[in-house]
Nanobody
Framework: QVQLVESGGGLVEAGGSLRLSCAAS????????MGWFRQAPGKEREFVAA?????????YYADSVKGRFTISRDYAKNTVYLQMNSLKPEDTAVYYC??????????????????WGQGTQVTVSS
């Protein structure tokens, strides 16, 4: 049974940092796209970042987080991370880890992903 379990969310002041982790189990995800979406209250779920394969060139970001967030993967641990720096109040949301088989550029629609976690809350105070 495939499971994605997020951790690392919390409350932080604007300008601060958090690192989210997503531990995957149930299969080997080395050939999979893994990424993050988020959903703020009253808003639709939106793409944040995704990575597949090896190297920085295979990472993708929403314009709103580019330069502040960094996605990385530890293939030995089947884990994906999201380092979030220079956090803003508008980054407040529930963050979801996602995974799917690789299809070239990672899809930016949540329903294109086969697996997702329960989410972790990130709250940024002003």
């Amino acid at each position: 049974q495939v499971q994605l379990v997020e951790s690392g969310g919390g409350l932080v002041e604007a300008g601060g940092s958090l690192r989210l982790s997503c531990a995957a189990s149930g299969r080997t995800f080395s050939s999979y796209v893994m990424g993050w979406f988020r959903q703020a209250p009253g808003k639709e779920r939106e793409f944040v970042a995704a990575a597949f394969g090896w190297g920085v060139s295979n990472t993708y970001y929403a314009d709103s987080v580019k330069g502040r967030f960094t996605i990385s993967r530890d293939y030995a641990k089947n884990t994906v991370y999201l380092q979030m720096n220079s956090l803003k109040p508008e980054d407040t949301a529930v963050y979801y880890c996602v995974a799917r088989d690789a299809v070239g550029s990672p899809p930016r629609a949540f329903n294109e992903y086969a697996y997702w976690g329960q989410g972790t809350q990130v709250t940024v105070s002003s």
